[in-house]
């Protein structure tokens, strides 16, 4: 198969810079980036049979490990039934039951009695957490009859149109305010707001409020680097939608089930999240964990909202792959292997290396913040806490790079940006823990002795 400089070159020749999705081109740190051919547990093995210990774990749904057995087991019995019917079948349900359920576990008592107000009392499935946020979208804009969109800088939430202006991640990595190709009567119907800035919501609601259909939020941010909510942020964005006839879209295809057993709103609901209790929203979207690996999304919310979808309302969705049985096998058996002792795990080990990695660039006197949501975290080069994009892109991100290298060379993959979270496997067991412990020490001096640009 040749090295991954070769693999590089030939992909430069017929896939436009050579990847298929823009982060994966190592832009953001420099250097070649890796060719992957195989994974299993917390470790991943490029073309030339380097095995790396991973933290990027598919962008999280590898939750359980690469390669589970019982993950892998329930796509090859799918696959040997037929790869896709066109059709309807009752994984799809199942699968619907399973997202329900979860959320459904993690409501509190308001009030004295448990909430009789559901976040996701219909499912839709889809491919891709790009569609689930489109489509998500394009419902609210149905059910209000209203135009304007409001969603905060530097959260990314796919890349449909009306979402690629300020978004983080990717885009960030690129340096590129959102992208060419997208009209300026489309961006106009977007409202970007700072994130964390209930001030500047309640401005944009008092003049626009009556044409404002929704306002789309990760629950967490996690595509600018992890950038937690402030206390009692999600629960007044869904106050201030409520009071204007507008949907509160929560954005979980990162932290749906990643985050904790039931999310980000989980966390929140439970009581585990400061001021967070006492709210709903009206849709949510869910990607990667759902799938298990497998291209699967999905997008739920109130009955009343889910039912202006085809074919029972006037806002039409559709996908040929929508609930492909591999897909939906690889979800159903990620989320009924997700137990209590997974996600202990996971938070043992963000606990280990979040901590192991502060401690490393603290002894060689980098400024840093350890960001956290839950078992995702990741790290900020400067010294305050960020608390929207603007704190982000002040950071001293040219710190990343050496560090990122240094890690790789030690045989640790890390996200080749600075902007991405950090993910953990219940698969990193205490063997692969120390190897990304033994890294830090280099990697820190590696960010210790870089300069940044003239």
């Known amino acids: 198969m040749g090295s991954n400089e070769q693999q590089f070159e030939q992909a430069r020749q017929l896939i436009p810079g050579g990847v298929n999705s823009p982060v994966r081109a190592f832009g953001s740190v420099g250097g070649t980036p890796r060719f992957f051919v195989s994974a299993n547990g917390p470790y991943i093995t490029d073309v030339e049979g380097r095995e790396y210990v991973d933290l990027v774990a598919s962008w999280g749904p590898a939750l359980l490990g690469h390669a589970h057995p019982d993950v892998v087991a329930a796509v090859q019995d799918a696959a040997a039934r037929g790869l896709s019917f066109g059709a309807s079948t009752p994984g799809e349900t199942e699968l619907a039951e399973l997202i329900h359920s979860r959320v459904s576990d993690s409501r509190q008592p308001f009030g004295g009695a448990q909430s009789a107000v559901h976040p996701v009392e219909k499912v839709r499935l889809v491919s891709t957490g790009t569609e689930a946020t489109m489509t998500a979208i394009r419902l609210a804009r149905g059910f209000t009859g209203r135009d304007l969109l409001v969603k905060f800088a530097g959260h990314y939430h796919g890349h449909s149109d009306s979402l690629l202006a300020e978004a ?219 608390h929207n994009y603007a704190d982000v892109k002040a950071q001293e991100a040219f710190r990343y790079p050496p560090f990122f290298h240094a890690m790789l060379d030690a045989g640790v993959n890390l996200p080749p940006s600075v902007f991405e979270a950090w993910f953990v496997t219940s698969a990193h067991d205490d063997a692969a823990v120390t190897r990304i412990l033994d890294a830090l020490p280099a990697a820190a001096r590696a960010a210790a002795a870089a300069t940044g640009p003239e």
């Open 168 to 386: 983080g991640s990717g885009v960030a990595t690129l340096a590129l305010p959102g992208s060419a190709g997208i009209t300026a009567a489309t961006a106009a119907q977007t409202l970007v707001l700072p994130y964390n800035d209930v001030d500047a919501v309640r401005a944009a609601f008092a003049e626009h409020g009556d044409h404002i259909a929704a306002i789309i939020v990760e629950a967490a941010s996690a595509n600018m680097g992890v950038v937690p909510p402030a206390p009692g942020f999600n629960r007044e964005l869904s106050r201030i939608t409520r009071e204007h006839g507008a949907l509160l879209i929560l954005d979980e295809v990162l932290t749906g089930f990643r985050s904790g057993p039931a999310g980000w709103w989980g966390l929140e609901a439970s009581g585990q999240v400061p001021d967070g209790t006492g709210w709903v929203p009206d849709l949510m979207t869910f990607g990667k964990v759902v799938g298990g690996g497998m291209p699967l999304a999905a997008l739920g919310g109130r009955a009343d909202v889910m039912d202006y979808l085809a074919p029972v309302g006037p806002v039409y969705q559709a996908g040929t792959l929508s609930g492909n049985p591999l897909a939906v096998a690889a979800g159903i058996a990620t989320l009924r292997a997700a137990d209590a002792a997974v996600y202990e795990r996971l938070s043992t080990v963000a606990d280990q290396v979040a901590s192991a990695t502060s401690a490393a660039l603290a002894a060689e006197g980098v400024a840093h913040s350890v960001q956290r949501a839950g078992t995702l975290f990741s790290f900020a080069f400067s010294a305050n806490a960020p």
